[in-house]
């Protein structure tokens, strides 16, 4: 309900106030009527400011993060050899996107990118490579932390299978 917004990330926040606006009934039994229309009113304005808050989280001018694809399947991968999967980011804002960090799930997963900002309506690539010595599944994934304020943490994905030699 409320954890959508930014402006209220503060889990435990988020937690409190979902817990006020689903007691609130109980509460309402068991006061005076008076103390009643005061809860009621209270919840009103919360509930009203976080819409408020809600319809402003994107401007006109914020930057706006669009990959052409968020996965990436290798396939059945041979061990030892290179692998390198591209995403592009585009900027489809009017202020400059910038990517403030990139997080891989594991060590075997290396990430090259710009730190340079994204000008609007250019793109950039993420190029992405696994160590194809570990053999088995790959399930990895990579958040990339960019300055969207609709979309700060984008997953990208990437799957396959590393084999000693190709089955057929």
Do not use: H
Request: with cysteine; net charge negative.
């Amino acid at each position: 309900m409320f954890s959508e917004n930014p402006m209220f990330e503060n889990e435990f926040f988020c937690f409190v106030l979902q817990i006020i606006v689903v007691t609130l009934p109980i509460i309402f039994v068991r006061m005076k009527f008076s103390k009643i229309i005061l809860r009621l009113v209270i919840v009103v304005v919360v509930c009203l400011f976080c819409e408020t808050a809600n319809s402003q989280t994107r401007r006109s001018n914020d930057p706006i993060a669009e990959f052409d694809m968020v996965s990436y399947d290798f396939g059945n991968v041979l061990q030892g050899k290179e692998t390198e999967a591209v995403f592009t980011l585009t900027n489809r804002g009017e202020s400059p996107l910038i990517i403030e960090d990139i997080k891989v799930s594991c060590g075997c997963t290396l990430v090259e990118w710009t730190k340079d900002p994204i000008l609007p309506e250019q793109s950039s690539e993420i190029v992405v490579k696994y160590n194809t010595n570990i053999i088995g599944t790959i399930k990895r994934s990579i958040v990339v932390n960019t300055n969207d304020r609709q979309q700060e943490r984008i997953l990208l994905m990437l799957t396959g299978n590393v084999v000693t030699t190709y089955e057929e």
